[in-house]
């Protein structure tokens, strides 16, 4: 695709909810990346792919947050329960392999009520 | 651990004003080191990077960063702002052991009056 492509845009859930957020990374590229940005902060980490295994799970904040990727192309993060604290815009981010600039999408912004 | 520091969290700049935006980064290895910036309502997008080589990197829009490795700082700068330079700009720093992941500072709001 021309660009990384996520979707919803923006989500609504009641607190306790399960939600699903998908990332459309550019074709080709193995890397790819989820990242969080609460209001008013910088980048959070989250999750890194290359290919379809997750290497560093590092950042996910709890085991309520988890990640897949398959066919080396899409991923979904799905966080279960949600709670208010959620609230944030979730960023995917690709990149081929070997070259080291991260392409992003537009986020999709998650409101917990 | 690695991390990012901007230390500017808000600027505000007259239109032809000179620009500086400070980062410092730890990290005990190579970095790529990276400047992007969201303009409202847009997603992120690269301004420049730095790999090796040349330690003063021109990007987009004329701006440009200069890596310093004895203090580790990665500062970007553009001699004269426009008012389409409002926008909120990220230092980053990408390991090249391990993960690959980037680590982004906290972010810098710059606000460019007509």
């Known amino acids: 695709g021309a660009g990384v492509s996520q979707s919803p845009s923006n989500k609504v859930t009641e607190k306790g909810k399960d939600v699903e957020l998908r990332c459309d990374p550019i074709s080709g590229h193995t890397a790819l990346y989820w990242y969080r940005q609460r209001l008013g902060q910088g980048l959070e980490f989250l999750i890194y792919f290359q290919g379809n295994s997750a290497p560093d799970k590092s950042g996910l904040p709890s085991d309520r947050f988890s990640a897949e990727r398959t066919g080396e192309s899409v991923s979904t993060l799905t966080i279960q329960r949600t709670q208010q604290e959620d609230s944030a815009v979730y960023l995917c981010?690709?990149?081929?392999?070997?070259?080291?600039?991260?392409?992003f999408g537009q986020g999709t912004r998650l409101t917990v009520v | 651990a690695q991390s990012v520091s901007q230390h500017n969290h808000h600027v505000i700049l007259s239109e032809a004003a000179s620009l500086e935006l400070g980062c410092n980064y730890s990290y005990g290895g190579t970095v790529n080191l990276f400047w992007y910036v969201q303009y409202p309502g847009q997603h992120l997008q690269l301004l420049l990077k730095y790999f090796s080589g040349d330690p003063l990197v021109k990007g987009i829009k004329g701006f440009e960063a200069e890596f310093i490795k004895s203090k580790f700082s990665f500062n970007l700068r553009k001699p004269s702002v426009q008012w389409s330079d409002t926008a909120e700009y990220f230092c980053?720093?990408?390991?090249?052991?391990?993960?690959?992941?980037?680590?982004f500072g906290t972010g810098t709001r710059l606000k460019v009056l007509a």
């Open positions: 981010a690709s990149s081929l392999i070997d070259n080291t600039e991260a392409f």
């Open positions: 980053a720093l990408r390991t090249t052991s391990g993960t690959y992941k980037y680590i």
